[in-house]
């Protein structure tokens, strides 16, 4: 019988990036997992294929000997003399240590989400690490387009000055905690499974203190405003998330801080419109001047720039002035362009002098007697 294709077996598509191919094992992994299954061995030899299709297609070499040869690639004596096997010796390794790899647990035991899911043990590590925050920023297109510096206050758990963050007050000791015996965790059966959860003596601390500090209630941390300068590159846009290392929430128990992350808009601008790295702007002009023609001058983001109008310039007519967009934030150097269109404004009233004037134009140019363009007519005087 043939083997079933890999790919299909974790539900992906050939070419399938690292990270989605992680996503699709992590998900049939818990779906097939014996401890999900107790008894059902249909459930565990499916968790045994995909464990072994991710061990494959999660190396690159390995992937494209798959490609090109199938399962017969990772069989003695298959097509081309391909590898004999994905594992050392020809054999696939142990499908609960590739379970323990994707969720993060060590296989020897300790911690990780695998063992918290399905029961590993093991001394918890010190400390945890404080979380990640973002911060909501809006600046204006000026500011987008030549980089700025912007001081921003936010509120956040920062480090307990009295205690220094050990959440003991000043003088009093840490002992072992009587109910985890130090391992942050404790242990509840149901049945098969047995779950894991936070200490609640400790609140995962692993130790407790004698006397709690006064000012953060044994916590190690208290909320505070702090107030840093980010730095804007010039070219960003909306949706541009800058990070700043270790400006998040401070850690417990000697974890280290989380990272702030700083999230973009800019603001819509009164004349110009973004595309891309390109600026769009609509300027009015008298139709003298897109007649005769002449040379104008434009608003840019970074001053003003002359654009010469040819005569007979035509109402709608776009126009590009190189280089005066926006700086791009992936190639550095380079700019983008701003484009100009142009509308041609009719007068809606007009003097007894002008109205003179622009009858003996009609007259001379022929305008009275046709209207309409000699093109357009030649189209449509069928239907006269």
């Known amino acids: 019988m043939a083997k079933q294709d890999y790919y299909e077996l974790l539900g992906v598509e050939k070419g399938v990036s690292e990270e989605d191919l992680k996503k699709a094992y992590r998900k049939k992994a818990v779906q097939y997992h014996p401890d999900k299954n107790p008894g059902n061995k249909e459930a565990e030899e499916m968790f045994k294929k995909i464990s072994q299709a991710y061990e494959v297609l999660k190396d690159p070499e390995k992937r494209a000997a798959y490609d090109r040869f199938g399962p017969a690639a990772f069989e003695g004596g298959g097509a081309g003399g391909g590898p004999r096997g994905p594992g050392a010796g020809g054999g696939f390794h142990d499908p609960f240590d590739i379970f323990r790899e994707v969720f993060g647990g060590r296989g020897g035991g300790g ?27 809006e600046i204006s297109l000026e500011e987008a387009a030549q980089g700025v510096e912007k001081e921003i206050t936010f509120r956040k758990n920062m480090v307990c000055e009295r205690c220094e963050g050990d959440g003991a007050e000043p003088g009093s000791k840490r002992t072992t905690c009587p109910t985890c015996r ?89 004349l110009f419109e973004r595309q891309g790295d390109d600026l769009f702007c609509e300027i009015p002009i008298k139709f003298t001047l897109a007649t005769l023609g002449g040379t104008i001058e434009v608003p840019t983001l970074f001053g003003r720039a002359s654009l010469k109008l040819p005569a007979g310039t035509q109402s709608g007519t776009t126009f590009r002035l190189r280089g005066k967009g926006m700086p791009s934030l992936r190639n550095r150097g380079d700019q983008g362009d701003q484009l100009v269109r142009v509308n041609v404004e009719v007068p809606q009233s007009l003097t007894a002098e002008q109205r003179r004037i622009l009858e003996q134009f009609a007259q001379v140019s022929g305008d009275a007697e046709n209207p309409t363009s000699k093109s357009w007519f030649e189209k449509a005087k069928k239907f006269f």
């Open 111 to 137: 911690g990780g989400v695998f063992d918290e899911m399905f029961g590993g043990g093991g001394q918890r590590e010190a400390g945890r690490d404080g979380a990640d925050l973002r911060y909501d920023l």
């Open 182 to 270: 130090g391992s942050g965790q404790i242990r509840r059966s149901g049945g098969i499974i047995t779950f894991t959860q936070t200490c609640p003596t400790c609140g995962g601390a692993g130790t407790k203190v004698d006397k709690p500090c006064s000012q953060c209630r044994g916590e190690g941390r208290l909320p505070r405003n702090a107030k840093i300068n980010v730095r804007i590159p010039p070219g960003v846009d909306t949706g541009s998330r800058l990070r700043s290392a270790g400006n998040g929430e401070a850690g417990v128990g000697g974890g280290e801080s989380g990272d702030l992350y700083i999230v973009l808009s800019v603001r819509d601008h009164e």
